[in-house]
């Protein structure tokens, strides 16, 4: 499998959860507490975005580690090393018509598609009460948990993938992947800070192609778990 290992693997599955709108529907939560507490302190927010961002991305290499620990020790056995890659290409279909079936027929909540809505009020409250870039970093570690049910999948067929390697091999290529995850999270602080753009712009753009991010992301799930059955990957 470390023969078979790629870049453009692990960026496609960086890139299905970059484009997750979990992930920006979160981080616009955020940004709103931020400018609603003190409306005029641009830095403040760039500040908070940044440090929300910083700890979404720590929390998530060490949930990656893991995930990769979990997958070398489960490869120990030997008849499932044999199929855990064509395990990971069917999870990988599943999820992209998870996610395709959410463009043509939307219901918030989807399973393994976005954050159950149960969880959202919980959610709300935990983020309304951010006031600082203190505050942002310390909720931001809380948050990654709500995260996770619409995040995990590609990052467990990434964890998969990288499991053929040593521990401390995979750690540049979880720096890269989810260098890509929270890319949109720091483009947006960026935009909002600068003036460019109102969070409640960005809040609107979500929400008005949210059915068109589950079709480019299941699109591409799709695809690479048909290329990674068939063994063109």
Known sequence: MIEDLSMAKIIS??????????????????????LTYNPKDKRNVLLAGLAFTTSVYVLYMFYGLVIIRF?????????VRIWLYKILGLIAIILG??????????????????MPLSWRPKLKKLIGGITSPKGAFTVGAFVTIFLLPCTIGPYVIAGGILSAMDLLKTIPWLLIYNLIFVSPMIVITLLVYAGIARVEDVNGWKDKNIKYL????????FCLGVAMIGGWV
């Open 13 to 34: 599955l960086a890139a299905v959860d970059a484009v997750n709108p979990c992930a920006l529907a979160v981080l616009t939560l955020m940004l709103i507490a931020i």
């Open 97 to 114: 018509i998870l996610n395709v079936k959410d463009f043509f027929k939307y219901k918030p909540g989807g399973l393994m598609t976005e």
């Open 71 to 79: 997958f070398q020790l489960v490869q120990m056995l030997t008849s």
């Open 214 to 221: 589950h079709l480019t992301a299941g699109t591409i799930m």
